[in-house]
């Protein structure tokens, strides 16, 4: 299994751009989370999914997006890139709602200027 | 609580030697709660867990003790190692996970 995979790793945005980060994960995990972690701090819940079709909104929601079509997929959707969206995004699945489970991607780390 | 930013609480340590890594959590509710290793570059990943029910869990190498009454968390290394060196947040569950603020450990050789 490749485990959680996400794409882009590196982007730079142009303030107002928008853009799509990508996740996937092929454990077939039920629940998915995207964190973003900015320097220096722990990690933030931007959104979460329990199943396909169903989203939930985290600590952060402002400014980003997200859609569950299928089980594993869970892309992030920004749609007016603002610097303060500049930070490293990490997705996670995990089968249950036991944290201990959540499988972290490697990152994409973006950049708005 | 959060960080205060960019200066993460640093220790040192010698290979082989013990270390232990504090936290302290906000909410006395949270009734679970994680160790994670973030290694540079890469995504956290789970150590140990400890449910508020119990004030200490061992795994390999590592022990986790929970104080409820000041609502303090710490993670013992024993025989810490080069390849420990990381990043390492506790985080409290209480309906969502919350990630504290941090400690970067460097063990030297």
């Known amino acids: 299994n490749a485990g959680v995979t996400q794409t882009p790793k590196f982007r730079i945005l142009k303030i107002g751009q928008s853009m799509t980060l990508q996740c996937t994960q092929d454990m077939n995990h039920n629940y998915m989370y995207w964190y973003r972690q900015d320097p220096g701090m722990g990690l933030k819940l931007i959104y979460y999914?329990?199943?396909?079709?169903?989203?939930d909104k985290g600590e952060v929601p402002n400014g980003y997006n997200v859609s569950r079509s299928t089980t594993e997929d869970f892309p992030l959707r920004l749609e007016l890139a603002a610097p303060s969206q500049t930070s490293v995004y990490f997705c996670a699945s995990s089968q249950g709602l036991r944290t201990d489970e959540q499988y972290f991607g490697p990152g994409t780390r973006l950049t708005v200027t | 609580g959060e960080s205060v930013g960019l200066h993460l609480p640093t220790l040192s340590v010698q290979e082989g030697d013990n270390s232990i890594i504090n936290c302290a959590y906000s909410?006395?509710?949270?009734?679970?709660f994680i160790w994670y290793k973030q290694e540079s570059g890469k995504g956290p990943q789970f150590i140990i867990d400890?449910?508020?029910?119990?004030d200490k869990r061992q795994g390999q190498r590592v022990t986790v003790l929970l104080n409820k009454t000041v609502k303090h968390l710490s993670l013992q290394i024993a025989a810490t190692q080069p390849g420990d060196s990381a990043v390492y947040f506790c985080a409290e569950v209480y309906g969502k996970l919350t990630f504290g603020q941090g400690t970067i450990l460097t063990v030297h050789p």
């Open positions: 999914s329990v199943g396909a079709g169903i989203t």
């Open positions: 400890i449910r508020s029910n119990m």
């Open positions: 909410n006395s509710a949270s009734d679970y």
